[in-house]
């Protein structure tokens, strides 16, 4: 999985902006088909306004979708940008790099015992003391570390999770236009 987040926000912004000038277009379409109504009272002409304001249910439906689908790229981009700027991540390996970080802590743990061994000579003493300050600092950023990628993975599996979620339940209506030959 690769997420580049500048990127998915610069297409989100473009993304509104269209969907806002198609809103502002057709609604202005419509404004100026709805104003025409009051100069044209034929039989054809009343049919007409008729299939337009059906249309124009249709396109509301369809402009209700299009930012339903910018949701989606919002939530994505929300989610994603708090974890960095460009991600590149394989949830597949998540398990292989706790197991190595496993070993690590086991390696450190084994190395302890034998330090451990050798204070009891007091002319070690100082240097294992030493070497088991900084076996204890090694640890907790391990275990920052760990908990840090822990948490991460977590992130984007909801993130990813959600977002199957989202686009499984999204369904976009895309209508025909409405043909106006029987109206002329």
Known sequence: ?????SLLKDNVNKLNAEIGKYENTYLRMYNELTFSHSYANSNKFTKFYNAVNQEKNKVNIFIQDLY???????YIYSNYSKIGNRIVFNLDNAQ??????????????????????????????GITNDINYKLNIIENSIRTIENDYRRTVSKINDVERNTSNMIRRFDINIETETDIKPFI
């Open 1 to 5: 999985m690769q997420v580049n987040v």
């Open 96 to 125: 292989r790099v706790f197991s190595q970080i496993s070993a690590i802590k086991s390696k450190i743990a084994s190395i302890r015992r034998r330090v451990y061994s050798l204070s009891s000579y007091p002319e070690v003493r």
């Open 68 to 74: 339903e689908l910018k949701s989606i790229y919002d």
